[in-house]
């Protein structure tokens, strides 16, 4: 007998008289609660699990030696100078996360409307990976490819009479994923959202002999206002002018984000990743659901903020509001986020399991 969400139909109806004058007791032959009586039977049935091995922690590099500074809008992130990311990379691998994510803080000297230092083999991400792979070569290191770090104007890709350049932006984006790749880059993740960046980076990757240098695309990437308080970490939230509306999908679309995700798989990618995270759980889903592939979810510097911020006043439980939102991605199908609560959480799971 097909049984779908509880009993057969014709178990449903059977009376049960209570006897006469009996505390007032509901007629339920299925009570859901009991399956929660105790913490030992909630973890009997648990569907979904929260480990270490799920967590990629985002940090931000900036110039200088002996360097934390503070980002205001991001309570608890710094930026960090290559030696002191050395440091926090270590202490990743300590606590067993699998794989760091590099973004760079560029001096404004450095920006131009090419943003030319993406391509420079001794930028500070490169001088960060090489460091990093130096000391402690078995945590992973993904490197994000876009121009939005190193231009004027603040935009992912090149800019001209008010338009964002699709296959221009393309080839200095391949240059600029070969640069991190050379400094010992693990996971190549194109932030950018330019047509055609996947497959043109996987060719020249494979061409170079990079043959076992993944991509994690940043396949369905929504133009969001959670990402505010990143743009303060590197310093592009002064300069950006207009809007990511040309090349970032449409928070409204959910049938283009897989047309999205298909074409990266389709051009190579290794992994694909929705971003933001919690307000687009139902796009991981979809995702996952229909490719099977390796899926990510990014908590976005905006998801965080909101969290740590409401944390700080007292007026919600951080550190369980951050276990919750994370343990949600996984419920939506993700194989993994990346999250500025990284740290905390695995430090939590080692205390917690
Ligand atoms: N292409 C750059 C990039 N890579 C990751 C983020 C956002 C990450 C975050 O908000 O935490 C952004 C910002 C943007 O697209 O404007
Ligand atoms: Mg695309």
């Known amino acids: 007998m097909a049984i779908k969400f509880g009993r057969p139909i014709d178990l449903r109806d059977v009376a049960r008289n209570p006897a006469a004058g009996a505390p007032p007791v509901l007629d339920l032959t299925i ?12 973890r009997m049935v648990r569907e979904n699990v929260l480990t270490t091995d799920d967590l990629i922690w985002p940090l931000f590099v900036v110039q200088g030696d002996r360097t934390r500074s503070t980002v205001a809008s991001m309570p608890g992130v710094e930026r960090l100078s290559v030696d002191e990311i050395v440091r926090d990379a270590e202490r990743a691998a300590k606590l067993d996360i699998p794989c760091i994510a590099l973004f760079p803080y560029t001096e404004p000297s450095l920006r131009d409307e090419h943003g030319s230092e993406a391509c420079n083999p001794d930028n500070l991400v490169c001088q960060a990976v090489r460091a990093i792979k130096k000391e402690f070569p078995e945590i992973g290191v993904l490197c994000d490819v876009a121009l939005d770090p190193f231009t004027s104007h603040g935009h992912d890709g090149l800019l001209k009479d008010g338009r964002i350049l699709n296959d221009e932006t393309v080839a200095v984006l391949v240059r600029q994923a070969l640069v ?4 010992g880059c693990d996971i190549i993740a194109p932030s950018d959202m330019m047509d055609g960046r996947v497959g043109a980076i996987r060719q020249a990757l494979d061409q170079s002999g990079f043959l076992d240098v993944q991509i994690m695309a940043y396949a369905a990437k929504y133009a969001s206002a959670f990402y505010g308080p990143f743009r ?5 939230a002064k300069t950006l ?5 040309t090349y970032q999908m449409d928070s409204a679309n959910s049938d283009e984000a897989l047309r999205e995700v298909e074409l990266d798989i389709a051009e190579g990618a290794d992994m694909v990743m929705v971003k933001p995270g919690m307000p687009y759980l139902d796009v991981v889903r979809r995702v996952k659901d229909t490719f099977a592939m390796p899926t990510f979810a990014y908590q976005v510097s905006g998801e965080y903020a909101m969290i740590a911020a409401a944390a700080n006043n007292g007026w919600i439980d951080g550190d369980r509001a951050m276990m919750e939102s994370l343990l949600a991605f996984k419920r939506a199908g993700a194989d993994g986020v990346l999250t500025y609560f990284a740290p905390q959480a695995a430090e939590r799971l080692r205390r917690h399991g």
């Open 31 to 42: 009570r859901p609660r009991r399956n929660r009586k105790a913490e030992w039977a909630r």
């Open 180 to 183: 991190q790749a050379e400094a």
């Open 232 to 236: 303060d970490a590197i310093g592009s």
């Open 241 to 245: 002018t207009g809007d990511k509306r």
